[in-house]
Every structure is written in C-alpha cells, then in structure tokens.
C-alpha cells in the first residue's frame, strides 16, 4: 500500500497533511529498535515506472514493452485498436479534461462558499468513471478529437495506464482534489512512500 507523506519542516518534523500520523508512526521509537525497524523498510513508491530502471517494463494480454521502447500513455493502445486521435492526445490528457471540470467547481465552492460544484458532482454521483467517460462526457474542443462519448477500447486503455475508469467518478474526483495539487492547494506536496 502506498501512502502520501508530507514534507518535513525545518525542524525535521511531519508538517500537517493527509498521512502526518502514519509518517509519524513510522519513525516511533520502540517500531525502531532491533533488527526490524519499521523505518528502514520505507521505500519511495513510483506510480509509472521510469525511464531507465529495471525491470520497468508495461505488461498487457501477454504483450511486454520495456519502459524506454513505448512512448509515454502509448503502451498497449494499437493492440486495444486505439484510434490514432486518442492515443495522440495522449490518456493524462483525456482523463484530465473528464474530472478538470468537477475539480474547477468544487474549488470555486471552496473559495466562495456556494455548493454549485458539489451539487453538480451529486447529480453525477451514480456513474464511475467508465460510465461517465461512456455515456455523458465529451471531449474539450482543445484535445481535437471526435465530439462524442469515448469509445469503450478508448476507456480500457485509460484504465490500463490507471486511469481508473473502474472507480466511482466522485472518488476519482476527490482523489485527485486530494492527491495531485490541483488549484491553489498544497496537496500534492507529498512523498508517496511504501513498506518493501
């Protein structure tokens, strides 16, 4: 399991942020003593492998690319019988522009205390991603691609370099509002840690 650290203050301390106790548990004394130190088994975690390590290779239906041979969000798109458009926008991009909207109105209902945004996430609280990738969203003109709901091979490839069409739009929102510092927030200065 992975989990999001905040920064340390100057003082070597956790500043506040979504997992400061969990960081904190971590360096706890007696979890630190002995030959199992809890603290000596944190790693950093990575969410795509990275260019150059090892074994980082993407893996689909039998099809293995090493990381450095697929371009960025391309792997496994033409065997999935991607569209050309779609993989030239590129999966961050198509995920973006679907969950971009909820995160500007819940944002605005932050600053300015309305719940537009939240009443518009409600009304769409019964879809997952997929659902709504599939039956109510359209692309923005800017992506320059077909005006119409995404294809199902379009969304697979999205939830196979984790997009995650397979989760409910509402958790993939507020994920996102939590984790990836979107706006004006400090969420995403984190260390995403796991135990090896």
């Known amino acids: 399991m992975r ?9 070597g301390r956790y500043k506040n942020g979504t997992m400061k106790r969990i960081a904190e548990l971590t360096e706890y004394g007696p979890l630190n003593e002995g030959r199992d130190r809890l603290r000596e088994s944190l790693i950093p975690y990575y969410f ?10 993407y893996y689909y239906n039998g099809i293995r690319e090493p990381v450095s041979s697929a371009p960025k969000g391309h792997f496994g798109a033409q065997h999935m019988g991607v569209d050309a458009d ?16 909820f995160l500007r109105m819940i944002l605005q209902d932050i600053e300015t205390g309305e719940r537009k945004g939240w009443e518009v996430l409600k009304a769409n609280d ?31 490839w999205c939830g196979l370099l984790g997009g995650g069409s397979d989760g409910a739009l509402t958790e993939v929102v507020f994920h996102s509002l939590a984790f990836s510092g979107i706006g004006d927030t400090n969420h995403g200065e984190a260390q995403w840690k796991c135990f090896e």
């Not at 989990?3 to 003082?11: A, G, H, I, T, V």
């Not at 779609?86 to 909207?101: E, F, H, L, T």
């Open 3 to 11: 989990f999001p650290f905040p920064n340390k203050d100057k003082q």
């Open 48 to 57: 795509q492998a990275r260019d150059g390590s090892k074994p980082g290779s």
């Open 86 to 101: 779609y993989i030239r926008a590129g999966m961050d991009a198509i995920v973006g522009d679907v969950i971009q909207p």
């Open 126 to 156: 019964s879809h997952t991603l997929r659902s709504y990738m599939a039956t109510k969203y359209l692309p923005s003109a800017n992506l320059e691609l077909p005006p119409q709901h995404l294809p199902n091979n379009v969304i697979n």
